[in-house]
């Protein structure tokens, strides 16, 4: 009873150890591309990096809007004298007292200014902080825009390659088994041996093909998992099973590309520029004030308050505020073309887009048929090969034939999804396998209610 009962548990612990393990990994590879996305999304460090610059200009708006309210300061005096007419100053009727004042005093107090802006210019300053921080934020989402992008694509490589080590698989076993069938043939007498040779020869340059297609696999593979910002990248890949279900609907307008949206931004902060520019050569007014507690002979201190009125005109300074002006209006000059030269980009890339898509639509619809035919021929000549009409040569032609018209076809739909995404990224929009995680989450709860 004993020795069953522990044969039994030795029988059952690895197979539970390995139903764990074969759970973890179906768990780990069923991720689709709209999960990986959100990998990226949360993962890669350029994204962090964006973002963190993002908090460096909003620190920035927030310190050009605390001009607004001036600043106060505490501070301590230290009063040193060695002069015989402040220790004992005479006055009429002459009076003599000894120490009438400390020569040695100390005071505390606060100190404050706060500035009026009469000339505008911290509300330029302020309103071109503002702006910048839209074109930061813009930029960010850019940035975002170019990783999701980035690992769309690259996913979408790895399905094609992966499509293509798939054709060339099937391709090594067929020719594995005709050189078998030679081998007999050769034993027998019915074939001579270069036919071998050459399926061999074939063979062996398949299984090179094959070697070279797995190396860009790992490159692929690395390069998404540094956009994941994971160390590797090992989920299974599946082939494309099916062209996109819907296509993007664009009508040209670039408005909501976020690189266009953040040289917008910047142009209208360029333009409040030049208007802090030119208030720099304009009056400027400051109400300044003290107050200080003084320790007399006494020790009780007395208490010392002053407020005054500070105006400021520039009159002189070598030409430094009109060079200031000049330097922001042609700055501002920059940006304008830089926007001008991005909507021409923008443009083009909708038009080259567009006719990407086009064309890898076509060319599926082509490869299809090319691999209906080609199956149609495989067929054809594995019969006659059966009737004994036909050479293994020709044969493993024929089924090479349809391999790389498989491949092709594959290739082809890859593109197609690519091509889509290419359309979506020229027009701003993420890529069409990306979902948010509220679409996410939705998605996980249908599925676990089924």
Not at 208 to 222: H, S, V
Not at 391 to 398: E, G, Q, Y
Request: hydrophobic fraction near 40%.
């Amino acid at each position: 009873m004993y020795d069953s009962r522990t044969k039994a548990q030795s029988v059952a612990l690895p197979l539970l150890v390995a139903g764990i393990l074969l759970y973890c990994c179906v768990s780990a590879q069923a991720r689709d591309l709209a999960e990986i996305l959100q990998q990226v999304e949360k993962n890669t460090p350029t994204l962090k990096a964006a973002h963190a610059e993002t908090a460096v200009q909003n620190a920035v708006a927030r310190q050009a809007g605390s001009n607004y309210y001036g600043e106060i300061d505490a501070q301590i005096l230290s009063s040193n004298y060695n002069e015989v007419r402040m220790i004992n100053p005479i006055s009429y009727p002459v009076t003599m007292q000894e120490n009438l004042f400390d020569d040695n005093q100390i005071g505390y107090g606060l100190t404050g200014r706060l500035p009026l802006d009469i000339n505008g210019r911290i509300t330029a300053k302020v309103h071109a902080a503002d702006k910048q921080l839209e074109a930061a934020l813009a930029r960010e989402g850019n940035v975002r825009l170019q990783v999701l992008h980035g690992a769309a694509d690259l996913y979408h490589s790895l399905e094609g390659v992966k499509a293509l080590e798939i054709a060339l698989e099937k391709q090594i076993k067929a020719l594995k088994a005709h050189v078998q069938v030679a081998t007999v043939s050769i034993e027998a007498g019915r074939a001579a041996p270069v036919e071998k040779l050459r399926l061999v020869a074939d063979m062996e340059a398949v299984k090179g093909k094959l070697a070279t297609l797995r190396g860009q696999e790992q490159g692929i593979r690395a390069r998404l998992a540094a956009l994941m910002g994971t160390g590797s990248f090992s989920d299974q890949i599946q082939p494309v099973p099916s062209p996109p279900t819907q296509d993007t609907k664009t009508t040209g307008d670039i408005t909501n590309r976020p690189d266009v949206k953040a040289l917008q931004s910047s142009g209208e902060a360029a333009d409040a520029e030049v208007e802090a520019a030119f208030a720099d050569r304009l009056p400027d007014l400051n109400l300044n004030g003290t107050w200080s507690k003084n320790q007399g002979v006494s020790g009780d201190g007395e208490d010392t308050w002053s407020v005054f009125v500070k105006i400021q005109v520039p009159l002189w300074d070598g030409g430094g505020r009109r060079a200031a002006v000049s330097r922001a209006e042609s700055g501002r000059t920059v940006v304008r073309h830089q926007l001008a030269a991005l909507r021409y980009q923008a443009q083009a890339d909708v038009v080259a887009a567009r006719a990407e898509l086009h064309a890898a639509k076509v060319s599926y619809q082509a490869t299809i048929a090319a691999v209906n035919a080609a199956r149609e021929t495989a067929r054809i000549q594995t019969d006659r090969f059966a009737e004994g009409r036909l050479s293994a040569a020709d044969l493993v032609d024929a089924e090479a034939a349809l391999a790389a018209a498989r491949s092709g076809s594959a290739l082809a739909l890859t593109r197609w999804w690519q091509a889509e995404d290419h359309l979506r990224r020229a027009v701003g929009v993420e890529p069409l396998a990306y979902a948010t995680p509220a679409k996410m989450a939705q998605a996980h709860g249908s599925t676990s209610q089924n």
